[in-house]
C-alpha cells in the first residue's frame, strides 16, 4: 500500500508549511492522499501522521469522522443518490433502487469492475433542482431513470459525461500553489496577543467577584 | 441519597488545596467558603456534597463529556443545569445538587448511557467496583425504555498487550483517551469512527504500547477497558486491600496491594500529591506477578560437595551461617546488596554487619547507583524540583526508563507550570522534547559541562564534545531563571563511573540557592544507605569516624573504613574476602565489570545469598535462605527524596520464606548480642532514636501518614573527594553509552508473566554521522568490541545519539554488554565495525 510519491510528499511539505502547528495540515494531507491513491491508505495516514508530528490513531480518529474519506477501496467514481426529503418525493428512492438493479449492488457497494461505488447520502444541498445526485461530489441535477442510465453508460465506457468527473479523491482540477513565503496573516498561537475583549472580560467578573 | 465513590477513593480525590482567594456560594442551602476558580465539582466534594461523575477525573482536563454531573447552578439569572466538572466557582453562586430537576437530569444520562451498555454485570469483570453500576443504582432510572437491539462489537480486543477493550461496553467518557494524550503524550488511542458509531481504538498494527498502560484500566469508569493480569481473576468483593508503597524503582509511588485468597492479584495506584497524583507504570503495576512465581526459592538450600542444593531446616541455615560469621575475622566479611529490603531490615543487617559481627566492607549498591556522598547535597523534593516557574538541569538517566511516574511529573511540569528543564544527558531521552535546551557531553566528561553550567568561560570548540552554540543555549535557560534551581541528579550511564557523576555534583553544588534531588534507580537505596549499608557510614548517616551514639550501644564496631562494592570485589578477586553476604544483590548480572564479579565469587570461601529467587549468583551460594518480597512485609521504605513511607504486607511468604531482619536479628542472637527489636516497629524507633536526621519518622507518624514523611533536606557535609582525571579521546573509538530500560530481562519481570517479551530487541545506536561513516544503516549488524568482549547487534541510526558515542542497553538479552565494562576506567571505548 502506497505512502505519498515523491512529488506529493513535495507537496504535503510545502502545505505542512502553510500552517502555523503542522498537525493543523492534517485534512488537507489526508485530501492530497486520497486524490493520490483514490481513497486513504493505512500507509497514507501513517505517513501523514510522520509529516504534521502525531501519531497514526490520531489521523484515523480525525479522518474516520468525515464521511468524504474513504477508508477502504471505492470505485473511480462515487455516484451519491441523495434520498432526503426534497428528492425523495421526486422519485429519488425509485431512482436509487434503478441503479442498484443496474449496476447490480447494493447502496454502499462497488461495482465488480471497480468502477462505480453507489451511496445513498442525506441532503446535498440541491432541493431545488430535485432528484439529484453526485458523481465524485459533482453534482447531476433533475435526474430521471433515462438520464441515470445514461450516465451510467457514460461512466462504464469512460466517454461522455464521464470526461466532466475526475477520479474519486481529486479536490480540483487547479492546485493552489503557495509558496512559502507568500503567506499572509499566519501568526503562530504563542504569538498571539489576548482579543481585546478577552482581558476587559476578565476584568469584569473579578470586581463582580469582589462586590 | 447515597453517596458513592469513584472506582475507590483513593485513587481519585480533590487535588489537595490551599484556599487563597475565598468566595462564599450556596451548596444546598448550605453557605460555604472555597477558592475562586476552583470547578465547582471538587468545591461540593470538599464540602461533602459529591456529585455522581463518569468523566471527570481530578488530575485530567475537564472535558465534560459525560453530562453526569449536572447541577442546578444561580448566578443571579435563574437557576439552570450546568456540569459542575466545567463550572468555576465564583461569588454569590447558589447550587443545588440534589434537586428534582437534578435528579431527573442524573436519572436522564443514565438512561442513555444504559441505552447501548450491556446490563450483563455478574459477568463483567468491573461488577462490584463499578461506578456506572454504582450511579445507576443511587442515581438511575429503575428500568430503560430501550427495547432495541443493543451494540455488539468483537470483545475483547487487544489494544496492548496489558490491557483488552470490550467496546460495548465503552461509554465514551474520553478518560483513557485523554490519559493518553494529556498525561502521558502517547496518544496511540483514539477516537475512532466519530458520530453515532464513535469508538475507542488504536491504529491498526500500532498497539497502545505505552509503559502507562495499566492507569487506563485504573480510570476506567465502566468495564471497557480491563488488564490481562487481573481480567477474570477475581471478584471485588472477594478482594482485600492494604496501602503500601511501590519499591520497583526509587520514586516510591503509593499503592494498594489487592489479594484474594492470600495471593496478590492487582496492584492500583494511590492519588499521593508529592508523588505520583494515583499513576503507577506498567511495570509498578504488574511486576507484582513475580510474586507468585513458581520459582520462588521457599526453604533454605545448603550446597552439597558435588554442586547440587540440598533443603535445609531454618535451625540448621541459621546455626550454619552462625558459625561461619563466628569464624570470619571482621575485615574478611563483606556484604553487598540491600537496596530491595525495608529500612528496618536494611537497619537490622547493618547493625549485624557493623555492630555485632565488626566488619564495614558493606555496601547496598553494586557500583551501578551513585557514591552516597550525594546524600550530603542539600536536599530536592520532587514537588520542588516541579515546582511552578522553576529550572531544572536533569542530569540523570531517562526518567522514561528508569523513574517512570517522575517523568510523568517532570513533563507536567514542563508542559502545564512552566518549568525549565536543561538536559545533561549522554544521549536524547524521553525528556529531551520538554527541554528546554539538551546537551549530550562525552561520556566521562560530564564535570566539565557542570563546570560551564556553574558558570566557568567556554572555549570557542566547545567542552566535551558538546559545541559551544548548545552550551550558550544551556546557559541562556540558567542566566533567564527566576524560580527555584534544582538538579536531578541519577546515574545515566551505567558505562561512566559514578565518580564522574559525583564530581559533576561538585560543580554545581557552587550555585547559589541550588538543591538536588539524587535519583537512583532501584527502590530503597537511599532507606539502605540512611540505615547504615553503605561504607564508611552508619545509621543515620553519619560518619564512622564521628560517632557518638552506635559505638556505645553495638557490642562492637569497625576498626576501620571499609571498601565500597568495587572494592570489596576487588578485594574478594584477591582472596581478601572469605565471607559474601548477598541481600538481594546479584553482581555477576549488574556489577558495572562482570570480569571482577567472575573472579570475587570464584575467590570467596563461603556465599551466603538471601534472595527470593535463584539469580545467577545466588547459584553460586554455599547457603541460600528464602526472603519475603513486597506485599509480604511490614516495614517503611524510602524514595529518591528521603520521603519514608510505609510498606504493608498482605499476603503470607510461600514456604518458609521469612522477611530479612528476621533473619538479621536471629543471627544477631546467635553471635551473643542482647537485641531487644522484635518487630519492625521497634526496629524503625531504634533507628531513629539513634539517628538525629532521622527524627520525625517514628513508627507511629509514618503508619500515620499517607504521603509518607520527608526526612530532614537540608545538607550534610559534602565532600566529593579529588575530582577523577578526565580520560583520554581515541578517535578510532567510540564512546559507550549504557543505559537501562524499563522492560529488561531483570529478575523480577522475567518471572512476571504479563510483563516476559515486553522488552526490545537490543540494537547498538550510532550517530547519523558515524553511521556515514561506516557506511551503514539502521538494521546492518555491526560488531561492538571492547577490551575483554565483543558483541554484534543490529545498527540503530539516531540522531539522538551525539556522534562518536554508541548506545548500547543493559541486559535486554542473555548476552548482556555490561560485560563489555572494566570498573578500573571512568569510561568505556569500544570499536565498533561491520560485522
Known amino acids: ?211 | 441519597m447515597t453517596s458513592v465513590t469513584n472506582g475507590g477513593s483513593m485513587s481519585e480525590r480533590p487535588r489537595p488545596l490551599e484556599i487563597t482567594d475565598p468566595v462564599t456560594i450556596t451548596v444546598d442551602g448550605r453557605s460555604v467558603e472555597v477558592q475562586r476558580g476552583e470547578l465547582l465539582i471538587d468545591a461540593c466534594e470538599r464540602n461533602d456534597a459529591y456529585i455522581p461523575r463518569f468523566c471527570y477525573h481530578p488530575r485530567m482536563e475537564p472535558v465534560g463529556m459525560c453530562r453526569m454531573c449536572l447541577v442546578e447552578v444561580d448566578t443571579g439569572r435563574g437557576p439552570a443545569l450546568q456540569p459542575s466538572c466545567m463550572i468555576p466557582t465564583a461569588a454569590d453562586m447558589v447550587v443545588s445538587t440534589t434537586s428534582d430537576l437534578v435528579a431527573k437530569a442524573q436519572d436522564g444520562v443514565l438512561e442513555f448511557l444504559l441505552a447501548n451498555h450491556p446490563l450483563d454485570c455478574p459477568v463483567c469483570d468491573k461488577g462490584g467496583e463499578c461506578p456506572l453500576q454504582d450511579q445507576t443504582m443511587s442515581y438511575g432510572p429503575g428500568e430503560s425504555r430501550w427495547v432495541e437491539e443493543k451494540r455488539h462489537y468483537e470483545k475483547p480486543i487487544e489494544i496492548s498487550p496489558l490491557v483488552l477493550l470490550d467496546r460495548e461496553r465503552c461509554i465514551l467518557c474520553d478518560r483513557c483517551t485523554r490519559f493518553a494524550s494529556e498525561v502521558t503524550d502517547d496518544p496511540l488511542i483514539h477516537f475512532i469512527n466519530r458520530g453515532s458509531n464513535t469508538e475507542v481504538n488504536t491504529f491498526p498494527g500500532d498497539p497502545f504500547s505505552s509503559y502507562f498502560s495499566g492507569n487506563t484500566v485504573q480510570i476506567c469508569p465502566v468495564g471497557a477497558l480491563t488488564a490481562t493480569p487481573y481480567r477474570f481473576r477475581a471478584r471485588p468483593w472477594d478482594l482485600e486491600r492494604t496501602e503500601s508503597t511501590c519499591t520497583v524503582c526509587s520514586v516510591g509511588c503509593r499503592v494498594t496491594l489487592e489479594s484474594s485468597r492470600d495471593r496478590l492479584l492487582r496492584i492500583n495506584g494511590v492519588d499521593s500529591d508529592p508523588v505520583n497524583w494515583s499513576w503507577l507504570c506498567d511495570a509498578g503495576r504488574f511486576s507484582f506477578e513475580a510474586t507468585n512465581s513458581k520459582d520462588r526459592l521457599t526453604d533454605p538450600l545448603h550446597r552439597r560437595s558435588d554442586g547440587s542444593f540440598d533443603p535445609i531446616r531454618w535451625s540448621e541455615a541459621l546455626a550454619a551461617v552462625a558459625d561461619v560469621l563466628a569464624s570470619t575475622a571482621p575485615e574478611r566479611l563483606a556484604v553487598l546488596g540491600g537496596a530491595r529490603l525495608t529500612d528496618e531490615a536494611a537497619f537490622a543487617w547493618a547493625s549485624l554487619a557493623k555492630g555485632v559481627v565488626g566488619t564495614d566492607h558493606v555496601d547496598a549498591q553494586l557500583g551501578d547507583g551513585l557514591p552516597a556522598d550525594v546524600f550530603d547535597l542539600p536536599g530536592a523534593s520532587i514537588d520542588d524540583v516541579c515546582r511552578p516557574g522553576g529550572t531544572v538541569i536533569y542530569m540523570g538517566p531517562d526518567p522514561k526508563e528508569e523513574l517512570p511516574v517522575l517523568f510523568l511529573r517532570l513533563k507536567h511540569a514542563a508542559v502545564r507550570d512552566r518549568v525549565r528543564i536543561v538536559e545533561v544527558t549522554p544521549t536524547a531521552t524521553s525528556l529531551s522534547l520538554y527541554a528546554a535546551a539538551s546537551v549530550h557531553p562525552r561520556p566521562g566528561e560530564l564535570a566539565a559541562v557542570a563546570g560551564v553550567l556553574a558558570g566557568a568561560s567556554i572555549p570557542d570548540d566547545g567542552v566535551a564534545g558538546v559545541d559551544a552554540e548548545h552550551l550558550r543555549s544551556a546557559l541562556s535557560v540558567l542566566s533567564d531563571a527566576d524560580g527555584p534551581l534544582t538538579v536531578v541528579l541519577g546515574r545515566a550511564n551505567l558505562a561512566e563511573s559514578g565518580a564522574v557523576v559525583l564530581a559533576a555534583a561538585a560543580q554545581l553544588a557552587g550555585l547559589p540557592d541550588v538543591s538536588f534531588l539524587p535519583v537512583v534507580r532501584r527502590g530503597n537505596v537511599r532507606g539502605a544507605v540512611a540505615a547504615g549499608l553503605t561504607p564508611g557510614r552508619l545509621p543515620g548517616g553519619g560518619r564512622l569516624d564521628s560517632d557518638t551514639h552506635w559505638s556505645s550501644v553495638w557490642p562492637t564496631f569497625p576498626a576501620a573504613p571499609g571498601a565500597d562494592a568495587l572494592g570489596i570485589l576487588s578485594a574478594a578477586a584477591a582472596g581478601e574476602i572469605s565471607t559474601l553476604v548477598l541481600l538481594g544483590a546479584d553482581p555477576l548480572s549488574d556489577a558495572p565489570d562482570r570480569a571482577l564479579a567472575e573472579r570475587a565469587l570464584e575467590r570467596v570461601e563461603t556465599i551466603i545469598a538471601l534472595d527470593a529467587f535463584e539469580q545467577p549468583s545466588v547459584a553460586r551460594a554455599h547457603i541460600v535462605l528464602p526472603v519475603a518480597m513486597p506485599g509480604e512485609v511490614d516495614g517503611t521504605t524510602t524514595n529518591a527524596e528521603g520521603r519514608v513511607s510505609r510498606v504493608r504486607a498482605k499476603v503470607t511468604p510461600p514456604g518458609t520464606a521469612r522477611p530479612d531482619w528476621i533473619v538479621a536479628v536471629e543471627l544477631a542472637r546467635r553471635l551473643g548480642a542482647e537485641w531487644q527489636a522484635g518487630t519492625a516497629e521497634e526496629l524503625r524507633n531504634e533507628l531513629v532514636a539513634g539517628s538525629p536526621r532521622l527524627s520525625g519518622t517514628e513508627w507511629s507518624v509514618v503508619d500515620a501518614a499517607t504521603d509518607g514523611v520527608l526526612v530532614d533536606l537540608s545538607a550534610g557535609t559534602f565532600d566529593p573527594g579529588p575530582p577523577p582525571p578526565v580520560p583520554q579521546v581515541d578517535s578510532y573509538s567510540l564512546r559507550l553509552v549504557l543505559t537501562r530500560e524499563l522492560y529488561d530481562h531483570g529478575e523480577m519481570l522475567e518471572r512476571s508473566e504479563s510483563l516476559v517479551g515486553l522488552s526490545r530487541t537490543p540494537t547498538v545506536g550510532i550517530s547519523t554521522g558515524d553511521a556515514e561513516r561506516l557506511g551503514v544503516t539502521s538494521g546492518t549488524p555491526l560488531v561492538v568490541r571492547g577490551e575483554r568482549w565483543s558483541i554484534t547487534l543490529p545498527a540503530r541510526v539516531s540522531t539522538g545519539v551525539p556522534r562518536g558515542s554508541a548506545h548500547l542497553v543493559h541486559r535486554l538479552a542473555d548476552s548482556d554488554p555490561i560485560a563489555l565494562l572494566d570498573s578500573g576506567e571512568l569510561a568505556c571505548d569500544v570499536r565498533v565495525e561491520l560485522a
Request: with cysteine; glycine share 8%.
Open chain 1, 1 to 211: 500500500m502506497p505512502r505519498f510519491t515523491p512529488d506529493n510528499e513535495t507537496i504535503a511539505r510545502n502545505i505542512v508549511e502553510r500552517y502555523p502547528l503542522p498537525k493543523s495540515a492534517t485534512i488537507p494531507l489526508c485530501h492530497l492522499a486520497q486524490e493520490q491513491d483514490g481513497y486513504l491508505t493505512t500507509d497514507a495516514m501513517e505517513h501523514v501522521a510522520e509529516l504534521v508530528g502525531c501519531t497514526p490513531a490520531e489521523v484515523l480518529g480525525t479522518a474516520s469522522f468525515y464521511e468524504m474519506f474513504k477508508l477502504h477501496p471505492v470505485g473511480r467514481y462515487c455516484l451519491n443518490i441523495c434520498t432526503n426529503i426534497s428528492c425523495r418525493i421526486v422519485g429519488a428512492r425509485e431512482l436509487l433502487e434503478h441503479a442498484e438493479g443496474r449496476l447490480g449492488v447494493r447502496a454502499g457497494g462497488t461495482t465488480a469492475d471497480g468502477t462505480i461505488t453507489l451511496e445513498d447520502v442525506e441532503c446535498i444541498a440541491a432541493c431545488t433542482e430535485a432528484p439529484a445526485l453526485q458523481v465524485n461530489y459533482r453534482y447531476v441535477e433533475r435526474v430521471d431513470v433515462e438520464a441515470l442510465d445514461a450516465l451510467i453508460d457514460d461512466l462504464r465506457s469512460g466517454t461522455g459525461r464521464a470526461e466532466e468527473f475526475p477520479p474519486h479523491g481529486t479536490l480540483g482540477l487547479i492546485r493552489q500553489d503557495l509558496a512559502p513565503g507568500d503567506l499572509a496573516n499566519v501568526t503562530p498561537p504563542e504569538d498571539q496577543t489576548e482579543p481585546v475583549w478577552f482581558s476587559r472580560n476578565a476584568t469584569t467578573d473579578s470586581e463582580e467577584g469582589a462586590s
